[in-house]
């Protein structure tokens, strides 16, 4: 596995839209699920969002749905999270990670998770 690198992130007002990336090698994107998971300040790490292996199903938590969309992104050969209508409570440092399944946990669980990367800051903020 290669160790997942974030990108993106940054500050934008209420409503705004964002999208930040995760890159890893190829082979990891075509067999393997990305998961994106979120950490506030004082807060317990979230899932967010989780694409499997080859793109054909993805995970998104409740908070989330209906404005947050993940993608392989063919041409950067990386997996985006696409963030629309973004409110304060979407602040936090959010990290991608990866491990050596193909499904995703249908309840945004870490567990299994085994590569992290460092996490890119979004911060939703007039």
């Known amino acids: 596995q290669v160790q997942p690198v974030e990108s993106g992130g940054g500050l934008v007002q209420p409503g705004g839209s964002l999208t930040i990336s995760c890159a890893t090698s190829s082979r990891t994107l075509d067999y393997y699920r990305i998961g994106w998971f979120r950490q506030a300040p004082g807060k317990e790490r979230e899932g967010v969002s989780c694409i499997s292996g080859h793109g054909g199903s993805t995970y998104y938590a409740d908070s989330v749905r209906g404005r947050f969309t993940i993608f392989r992104n063919a041409g950067k050969n990386t997996i985006d999270l696409q963030m629309n209508n973004l409110k304060p409570d979407d602040t936090g440092v959010y990290y991608c990670?990866?491990?050596?399944?193909?499904?995703?946990?249908?309840?945004?669980?870490?567990?299994?998770?085994?590569?992290w990367g460092r996490g890119t800051q979004v911060t939703v903020s007039s």
């Open positions: 990670a990866t491990d050596w399944n193909f499904y995703c946990s249908g309840d945004g669980s870490s567990d299994g998770y085994e590569y």
